[in-house]
């Protein structure tokens, strides 16, 4: 069953046309991977799902939901987080206010005590470094923050994007781990890459981005596999 | 000693009304050229209540009651429209909304000043010093409203959420914090806080006119600016040394006439020394 659909989703920027008529769908359960070279739109696609920059043109479904004109911090009440691109935690804040603020949606203080330590018990050094002020955390300790941070609000669909960026290879790879954990905890992903390789081989689907508009689809396997994303994405 | 208490007592006026602009200016990202009117209309309000009914305690009420929804009618009906625009034509607006403020209170009350007596609370000695009372109330109530605004941003959800717009309009959208609904509150609580600040203006000096707010207000911004803008501890740092320099230029014959010069070369020394202001951090601009 779709949980997200998006279909024919246009985004301006001024007078330049961004995306031109993009659809995808993310069925529930999947980790489905959007993969394009700088540039091509992903951010953008991002953004305007959540209405954090409007649409031109298009419709977008959560839960059989129309959320075309759903504001972002409505989204998040029903079960859409984002992992913005470049992480964007609160750098002024400590950690476990960032990871407070995650739960921003959620009521019950003892639930939310009980997550906050649930993550702590996975990412120790989140517990080391709870009171510390988040700008002062390298960048893999970030992204494991922003993610944690959006985690909190136990959304049914995770957005998130280029959480590779920037990063070591351990990082990288503790990230992707925990995008699996994640997903077969039963959270749905869709996942933004400029890092083709990583994405494809944990995506059951992907979507090519080229230029505002969608090239190709299939399995993770089938494009990595696939000749002309070996070329473009993978490094030949 | 008095004279440092004096100044105490005025910067935490400025302090109260710096606080206003360095809100705004944190999470609406506007400069609200208007704040300093919302005192004039606090010290009308006062005027207006205590003709009518004569209770201090009724009329500070109202002041802080009539401020507070005028600053959120003028966030939504003047700013709101706005959001997203140039931030020039945002502060022309908010230049006309003073105006408008003005003209307002003019065609009602006149443009001559007026006396306003509040309370009259008298003076204590101590030793070979004099202190107005109302100084010292003004120091220990504007003490405890700082006390009271710095533990409920720093200890509660509502707090924390203003904290995070303040940083990333963006990422507190995700959060599932209604960036509106904090905006506006912000100005609530900035006009709050000026009609407490009209409150003590008034026990200082018992008089209005249209343009009282111009001043202070003035005054309050080069604090905020002193302090860093968008930073709270700056805006109560800077309105209390605003306020004991002024005071103490004041007490000094030699410096007595050069005060608000001397205030405003502060202001240009501090921010070529460090732009940001005292406490000021660097910005970054996200969606
Ligand atoms: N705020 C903006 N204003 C104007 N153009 C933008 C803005 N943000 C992105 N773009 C343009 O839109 C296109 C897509 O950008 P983006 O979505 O960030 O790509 P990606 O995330 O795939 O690298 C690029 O050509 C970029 O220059
Ligand atoms: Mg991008």
Do not use: W
């Not at chain 1, 955390?137 to 922003?146: H, N, P, V």
């Not at chain 2, 002041?63 to 502060?91: N, Q």
């Amino acid at each position: 069953m779709a949980l997200l659909t998006v279909e024919d989703l246009q985004v301006r920027y001024g007078l330049i046309q961004a995306i031109r008529g993009v659809s995808f769908e993310v069925n529930e359960g999947e980790v489905v991977a959007l993969i394009g070279a700088n540039g091509a739109g992903k951010t953008t696609i991002m953004h305007s799902i959540c209405n954090l920059i409007p649409k031109a043109g298009g419709k977008v479904t959560f839960m059989d939901k129309d959320i075309t004109n759903t504001p972002a911090h409505k989204l998040t009440y029903m079960g859409v987080a984002q992992v913005p691109e470049g992480r964007r935690i609160f750098q002024e804040l400590t950690v476990a206010e960032n990871l407070r603020l995650g739960a921003y949606t959620r009521k019950s203080k003892a639930e939310i005590n009980a997550s906050m330590e649930e993550m702590y018990e996975r990412f120790p050094i989140l517990k080391e470094r709870s009171k510390q002020i988040a700008g002062t955390l390298s960048g893999g300790e970030q992204q494991m923050l922003a993610t944690t941070r959006a985690l909190m609000s136990r959304p049914k669909l995770l957005l998130m994007d280029e959480p590779s960026m920037g990063l070591s290879p351990l990082f990288v790879n503790i990230i992707f781990d925990m995008i699996k954990k994640v997903n077969e905890e039963g959270t749905t992903v869709l996942l933004v890459e400029q890092n083709a390789k990583k994405a494809l081989s944990i995506a059951n689907r992907a979507y090519v981005l080229e230029i505002g508009k969608m090239v190709k689809t299939g399995t993770g396997k089938e494009l990595l596999e696939d000749d002309s994303i070996r070329k473009a994405y993978l490094g030949g | 000693m008095s004279t440092l208490i004096d100044g105490l007592s005025l910067g935490s006026i400025y302090a109260l009304i710096a606080l206003g602009y360095t809100m705004v200016y944190g999470i609406a990202k506007m400069l609200n050229f208007a704040h300093g009117d919302i005192i004039m209309v606090g010290t009308y309000a006062i005027l207006t209540t205590m003709a009518l009914c004569g209770f201090p305690a009724v009329a500070i009420v109202m002041a802080v009651i009539v401020c507070t929804i005028l600053g959120i009618v003028v966030e939504k009906v003047a700013y709101k429209p706005l959001r997203g625009a140039s931030p020039l034509a945002v502060l022309i607006t908010a230049i006309g909304v003073s105006y408008l403020l003005q003209s307002i209170a003019q065609l009602i009350y006149g443009a001559k000043p007026q006396p306003v007596t509040l309370i009259n609370f008298g003076h204590v000695t101590f030793g070979s010093t004099t202190l107005n009372i109302s100084t010292l109330v003004t120091l220990g109530v504007a003490a405890v409203i700082m006390a009271g605004l710095t533990v409920f941003i720093k200890k509660t959800k509502t707090g924390r959420a203003m904290l995070a717009v303040s940083e990333d309009r963006g990422a507190a959208e995700l959060m599932g914090i209604p960036v509106n609904k904090v905006i506006t509150l912000t100005f609530g609580i900035g006009s709050a806080l000026a009609a407490a600040a009209s409150v003590f203006y008034l026990l200082q000096i018992p008089a209005t006119s249209p343009t009282v707010g111009s001043l202070p207000g003035i005054k309050a911004f080069t604090a905020a600016v002193i302090g860093g803008i968008g930073s709270i501890p700056g805006a109560m740092i800077g309105g209390i040394l605003l306020g004991v320099i002024e005071k103490v230029c004041m007490s000094i014959p030699a410096l007595n006439p050069y005060t608000t010069a001397i205030e405003f070369s502060l202001l240009i020394v501090i921010l070529l020394v460090k732009p940001t202001g005292l406490l000021g951090k660097k910005r970054r601009e996200k969606v």
